[in-house]
Nanobody
Framework: VQLQASGGGLVQAGDSLRLSCAASTRRFSNYGMGWFRQAPGKEREFIAGISWSGSSTYYSDSAKGRFTISRDNTKDMVFLQMNSLKPEDTAVYYC????????????????WGQGTLVTVSS
């Protein structure tokens, strides 16, 4: 499975951004999907996860109320809508696929995209 993340960019604090991740697999609906991020000098952290069908979603405390993960199994894509962005959201964002229904730990994810950079200026 190859994952291609896109949609990053430079925005101002308070702006919104929508990240997309396209998967190259015919069995996309068999994978739980997640978004992670890694800021400079920091460890990679879980941001959001969504189950195979999209019926279950999970968020980190930093994402709750501001970010929304969704998926379109007809297009083999997963999205991360980010609102009210803050400078501390600046990071490289990665999408990833897990064979579990959904997972928060990065060790459960077996396929990773290349990352897309989000920079939020104050």
């Amino acid at each position: 499975v190859q994952l291609q993340a896109s949609g990053g960019g430079l925005v101002q604090a308070g702006d919104s951004l929508r990240l997309s991740c396209a998967a190259s697999t015919r069995r996309f609906s068999n994978y739980g999907m997640g978004w992670f991020r890694q800021a400079p000098g920091k460890e990679r952290e879980f941001i959001a996860g969504i189950s195979w069908s999209g019926s279950s979603t999970y968020y980190s405390d930093s994402a709750k109320g501001r970010f929304t993960i969704s998926r379109d199994n007809t297009k083999d894509m997963v999205f991360l809508q980010m609102n009210s962005l803050k400078p501390e959201d600046t990071a490289v964002y990665y999408c990833a696929a897990t064979r579990a229904v959904v997972a928060k730990e990065d060790s459960w994810y077996v396929f990773w995209g290349q990352g897309t950079l989000v920079t939020v200026s104050s």
